[in-house]
């Protein structure tokens, strides 16, 4: 059994303990006491180093806590063994695991939403609470709050007291025997085997990040500590940048944002009219400049680079200006486009999909505008020759 040393002393990161247990690779070892603190209760474990290796990982296994070394400590089981936690990582989790403890406390006290459950990530953690309609215009007011309490300065305090004595625990512990309890005077009493700080104004700042719904309950998001003054900064010089492309002041950006958005939208519709308006002019002047075939069938066809479809606001502006039919491919993607006016004869998509199924490529589309591709590129001058020479459709018998 591993003694817990941070079970009593959260500040401790430098102690010395007894190799009780080694993997055959050397990777894993078990103390007989360690003030690191494993993987549990939702938080995460501490990192630093054992007999000078890093240690990476802190198992909770059972009665004992495995140390995850990220490389063999070479000494028999029976060695003295020096270990340091890494205490920025610890106390970043101390401000996070208390600011948690206030945070849930003041939500079902005041706002009578229990904590369902609770999640500390690297970057953020979140609570899901019992609420089924969030109003996310309460989060500056809830913030407010939780932070005063921070102020206060309730001192925080863990005792050890027997689960059928204990009394006033938020939440029952289904537990037996001797529950460690963490008190935050005046405010909350947690059975939790966490690490906390001494007094609540070490949790520094608690800033609400966002609120979600999720499976009917409340998905609030938090940091606490210096978590919360760097992800502000973080904020701050992202509203700075973003304020600085658009020669504004941070707080006009949600205004002007706005405008751009429309400003956007707005450029768009008018592109798409004038390329509407631009391919009718070229359509009227390829169309004039080719010469008919001896049917009266204008054939056009032309060469593009990109996406075939980018051509069908021409294509369809060519055949709508009768007796014309016009391809239009991508010799590199193998793909092609067929356009046929109603007075040409040919049912386009009925064509195209005849001619790329004979070299097992695949398209079709309306008897109007159809497109397609080859498999292979390499087929598509023979595929286009085909089409190109394709005599119209013979009149159906009456
Ligand atoms: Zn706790």
């Not at 006290?109 to 229990?114: A, K, L, S, Y």
């Not at 006033?168 to 309890?181: A, T, V």
Request: charged share 20%.
């Amino acid at each position: 059994m591993t003694d817990r040393l941070y079970y009593t002393d959260a500040r401790l990161d430098r102690f010395t303990a007894v190799v009780r247990e080694i993997t055959d690779d050397g990777c894993r070892v078990v103390l007989d006491r360690t003030a690191f603190y494993p993987t549990s209760g939702g938080q995460p474990h501490d990192v630093g180093t054992l007999g000078g290796n890093a240690v990476v990982d802190v198992i909770d296994d059972d009665a004992r806590i495995v140390h995850c070394l990220a490389s063999p400590i070479g000494v028999p089981v029976g060695s003295m063994l020096v270990g340091q936690v890494d205490m920025t990582r610890r106390v970043d989790h101390m401000q996070q695991h208390t600011g948690q403890h206030l945070l849930s406390a003041m939500l079902s006290d005041e706002f009578g939403w229990p904590t369902l459950s609770v999640h500390f990530g690297d970057e953020t953690n979140t609570i899901d609470v019992a609420c089924e309609e969030f109003d996310p215009t309460t989060l500056p007011a809830i913030e407010r709050r939780a932070n005063a309490l921070i102020v206060q300065n309730h001192h925080v305090t863990v005792s050890f007291e027997n689960a059928a004595e204990a009394t006033g625990l938020r939440k029952p512990s289904d537990r037996d025997g001797e529950l460690r309890i963490v008190t935050i005077e005046g405010i909350d009493r947690s059975a939790c085997g966490g690490t906390h700080v001494d007094c609540t104004g070490e949790i520094g700042a608690l800033l609400l990040r966002r609120a979600e719904r999720t499976k009917g309950n409340t998905r609030i998001e938090f940091v606490c500590g210096h978590r919360a003054v760097s992800r502000a900064r973080l904020d701050a010089e992202l509203l700075t940048t973003a304020a600085r492309s658009l020669s504004a002041a941070p707080h006009d950006l949600p205004g002007l944002v706005e405008q751009q958005i429309q400003r956007v939208a707005e450029g768009e519709r008018e592109r798409k009219r004038l390329a509407a308006e631009l391919a009718r002019y070229q359509a009227t002047a390829m169309w004039t400049a080719c010469i008919p075939d001896s049917d009266g069938v204008r054939r056009i066809i032309m060469s593009v680079t990109g996406p075939v479809k980018d051509a069908e606001p021409l294509a369809q502006q060519l055949v709508a200006l009768g007796c014309c039919t016009v391809l239009v491919t991508n010799h590199e993607a193998g793909g092609v486009l067929m356009a046929t006016a109603a007075d040409s004869g040919i049912d386009a998509g009925q064509r195209l999909r005849t001619v790329l199924q004979a070299v097992g490529g695949r398209g079709g589309g309306s008897p109007r505008l159809a497109q397609g591709a080859v498999s292979d590129p390499s087929q598509l001058h023979a595929v286009l020759a085909q089409l190109a020479c394709l005599p119209p459709l013979p009149e159906p018998l009456a």
